[in-house]
């Protein structure tokens, strides 16, 4: 009985790796060393926030276990409160993605205004830090810093896209990086359709949010109804759960709580938001895909002439 467990185990384990080989996976591009902002401390905060779940995980581990008296629960029960806020949660992170989305969309009107009022770009973006939302001023104040010590300004602009590591963010920052290499006309007018279509994209995903926050509801409660259903059977009708105490028993409540674990994780993937690739990541320099000719301004060409 034993053996046709793990076989069917390992039978299911190659064919979902089979069926995940299939579909391939979509690459994602590269991060160069050095970045700032959100990206430079997602590593160190995840690792913080898991050493914090740990104690109450343990302490829920050694709850499950005294209970049950079966280490695959006490092993399932820990994992699921070490997990839980990821599984379950989400709220927090695209609440901040929206807050920095619209401190963006409020900083490109800013940016646009001080412009119309016959200001240049590198007066105008030290000018608007003071109107600056929280979710972004750090990053506005350093980049305004790094202009007051002369960096170049497209050198600070691609920092500044950096510190943001946004995708909409990097079509504001592309049209300034455009505007500093060429000195064009017309930003005025691009910075306020690119504000426009930020607060498009942050309704877009407010109703989005909105939408999913029922399906993360719903899945919450599927989760604790099954969990407080288990627990039941485990207090008031113990012959019922009593083959899971054995080994055989405890080989197929590990491959339950797999099959569990492994809904919870595609239900938290379908809720959440993909958000696009950066594409100044990809293309590291603008100016570089436009056409043949049109590198250096036309007052540099002429003075080559």
């Known amino acids: 009985m034993l053996m046709a467990v793990l076989a069917g185990a390992a039978a299911g384990g190659c064919l979902l790796l089979l069926v995940s080989a299939l579909r391939g996976r979509e690459a994602k591009p590269a991060r160069p060393p050095g970045l700032g902002g959100v ?29 049950t008296r079966r280490p695959v629960a006490a092993l399932a029960g820990g994992l699921l409160a070490l997990f839980w806020p990821s599984l379950f949660g989400g709220t927090g992170s695209s609440r901040k993605g929206m807050d920095q989305l619209e401190a963006l969309a409020s900083w490109t009107e800013s940016l646009r205004d001080t412009i119309a009022g016959a200001a240049g770009l590198e007066a105008a973006i030290p000018v608007s830090v003071n109107t600056t939302g929280a979710a972004i001023r750090g990053p506005v104040s350093r980049l305004a810093d790094r202009l007051r010590s002369r960096e170049p300004m497209v050198d600070a602009l691609r920092r500044f896209g950096d510190d943001l590591d946004d995708a909409s963010a990097d079509l504001i920052v592309a049209a300034l990086i455009l505007n500093a290499r060429l000195r064009g006309a017309g930003l005025v007018s691009v910075l306020g359709e690119l504000s426009r279509s930020a607060r498009e994209e942050l309704d877009m995903r407010r109703r989005v949010e909105a939408s999913r926050r029922s399906t993360r509801r719903g899945v919450q409660i599927i ?11 485990i207090l008031f009708n113990k012959e019922y759960v009593g ?10 409540l590990a491959g339950i709580a797999a099959l569990f674990g492994f809904a919870f994780w595609w239900l938290r993937r379908l809720s959440e938001y993909q958000e696009p690739a950066r594409f100044l990541l990809a293309d590291p320099d603008p100016v570089a895909s436009l056409p043949a000719g049109l590198e250096n301004p036309p007052r540099e060409r002429a003075g080559q002439r």
């Not at 083959?243 to 197929?252: D, L, R």
Request: no cysteine.
């Open 223 to 233: 989760v604790v109804v099954t969990i407080g259903v288990a627990g039941l059977l």
């Open 243 to 252: 083959p899971y105490g054995t080994p055989v028993g405890q080989v197929v």
């Open 39 to 67: 990206q430079a401390l997602a590593g160190p905060a995840r690792g913080g926030a898991l050493a914090r779940r740990s104690t109450p995980a343990v302490l829920v581990a050694l709850l499950v276990g005294a209970v």
